[in-house]
């Protein structure tokens, strides 16, 4: 088992930036590459960016590549996405999962490949 907690949401004017943090619990960190997902009102919940085990791979939608960062910290057992220049279709609820798939930064992560999830944090853009 892996217990996932999000932290860092909040609100947000267009053009600014937070730093969401997923601290994780349980087995081995090292073991899963970590993910980032939202889910905005009435849409279905989407990949955002994902980071390998060592931290050395990463991969983004492409719709905030070049604005959002993931990383990681094993001895710390947290992963982190920097969010910069938001936008107000940033607006969501941001979870953290994580998989023991191999993760090499090409490509998505689906849902189904996610086995643990986090409870989520809001994060809201004004314009």
């Known amino acids: 088992q892996v217990q996932l907690v999000e932290s860092g949401g909040g609100s947000v004017q267009a053009g600014g930036s937070l730093r969401l943090a997923c601290a994780a619990s349980?087995?081995?960190?090292?073991?899963?590459?970590m993910a980032w997902f939202r889910q905005a009102p009435g849409k279905e919940r989407e990949f955002v960016a994902a980071?390998?085990?060592?931290?050395?791979?990463?991969g983004y939608k492409h719709s905030v590549e070049g604005r959002f960062t993931i990383s990681r910290d094993n001895a710390g057992n947290t992963v982190y996405l920097q969010m910069n220049s938001l936008k107000p279709e940033d607006t969501a609820i941001y979870f953290c999962?994580?998989?023991?798939?191999?993760?090499?930064?090409?490509?998505?992560?689906?849902?189904?490949?996610?086995?643990?999830w986090g409870q989520g944090t809001q994060v809201t853009v004004s314009s």
């Open positions: 349980g087995r081995t960190f090292s073991s899963f590459a």
């Open positions: 980071v390998s085990r060592r931290g050395s791979n990463t």
């Open positions: 999962g994580a998989t023991p798939l191999y993760y090499g930064g090409a490509g998505y992560l689906k849902q189904g490949e996610i086995d643990y």
